[in-house]
């Protein structure tokens, strides 16, 4: 048999085909380099009773476009968009029953991904301070009494709508609501958006906002009574006042740390304190006191209790300038100390300046260790003081007309024996919104 000098070439050639076939399915696979996936994002679990949603399912890599479909339930009054171009959860929960769905994306190459959630709707049945759900107030000075809140309108007046929903998130209802009042036409008129210009005559007049068929008393609204005289009382403007240096105070680039606040059982707000100095130092001011409710301070923060300070020289400027005071307190025994009989800080209580900026290492063992930690603001600078020696008490004689009875500063703070006024509206909501109920509290009393 005669030898082919070709052959060998042949078969070398031939040992190498497996070779190029494996390198073109190595190339074949890079197309798999972009597979698809899907999530959901977090707007489905946000989603609150009465509030229209619209939130879009995210897919990522594959082939565009993609088809969508799904296997569960959703809650009352949501569904979701499927096929091509689908994926958006839109609707108007109507219940509050959680639904668990499943939502599949196909791309057009074939590839599929899943990503599964639960919905469950936030119910607006979250107690905001004026005790309802949906809080109705005005702009102009108002207090609320057991059937109304009384105000005394000069000119057209602001009227405001907040709805506070069970996963402590409060959300200004103004423009979403329907307003009325009655009787007409003697009540004058409530605009869509709120703005209300009362009567020609002073009289007892009803403005109600309605929400998405739930009003702020569950059906029958609350009255506001446009009054012949002005409420009065420094009682109520000291409350006022004391919402109005903690939203400034909190707004502040370099100010509370917002770790601290949420750590804090209950906030003592002194404003305008008045300083004086004839040969020694001295501090005279009148304040509100309020804790996180309930026996281990851990629900939504408290009507406020009137407080007192005095003491020595605080180490500023002279010249009897006004400092307003925020103060921190750590921890229960501070709180129940100062709820029951006077307190001298250094001595009864400890306390330190606090420290300064936003999330910073502000929350330390150092910080932490103090009672009490003390604030304050002159002259528009803002920054910890140390105010060892002064000394804080209840002032009951402010809570008895603030309340109009005798009760005390425990009765009010820890056992809720009466409910917020009216004045306390913004510092109430501040705190509930800066540092909602049970966000860091749980376990705190056996932690400090």
Partial sequence: MKWNRDCPLQLLWLLTLPVVCFGQDTAGSRTESNPLSVYAPPCVSQVKQHLAVM?????????QAYNYAFTGNFPDGMSMSTGMGGGLIN???????????TVTVTDTRGGTATTSFTITPASLTGKGPCGSAICVTASAYAIKTPESYVVTPSSPMQMAATGYWSDGTAL???????????????CGSVSPSGLYAAGSSPSTYRLTATFAGVTNDDGAGTAVTVA???????????????????KEVLQLKSGIPVSLLQRAECVVVIPSTLKFAIGVGGSYGRGVMTCRGGPEFRGPWSAPSMIALGGGSFGFQGGGQAT???????????????????????ANASAAAGPLGRETAAATDAFLRAEILTYSRARGLFAGVS?????????????RKL??????????????????????????????????????????????
């Fill in 387 to 399: 105010l060892e020696g002064s000394t804080l008490r209840p002032d009951n004689r402010a809570n």
């Fill in 172 to 186: 200004d209802l103004t423009h979403m609501a329907t307003w009325a009042c009655t009787p007409i036409p003697a």
């Fill in 228 to 246: 012949s005289s002005p409420p009065s009382g420094k009682e109520h403007n000291r409350v006022a006042n004391s919402g109005v240096v903690l």
């Fill in 403 to 448: 309340y109009g009875k005798e009760v005390s500063a425990k009765a009010i703070v820890l056992q809720g024996e009466v409910s917020p006024p009216l004045s306390a509206l913004e510092l109430l909501s501040i705190l509930n919104t800066k540092s909602p109920p049970n966000k860091l509290q749980v376990g705190s009393s056996q932690s400090k």
């Fill in 91 to 101: 609707g108007t929960p109507t219940g509050t029953t959680s639904a668990h769905a």
């Fill in 55 to 63: 939130c879009q399912i995210t897919p990522s890599g594959g082939a």
């Fill in 324 to 346: 307003d005071f925020v103060l921190l307190l750590m921890n229960p025994r501070a709180a129940s100390s100062i709820l029951t009989s006077k307190v001298k800080l250094g």
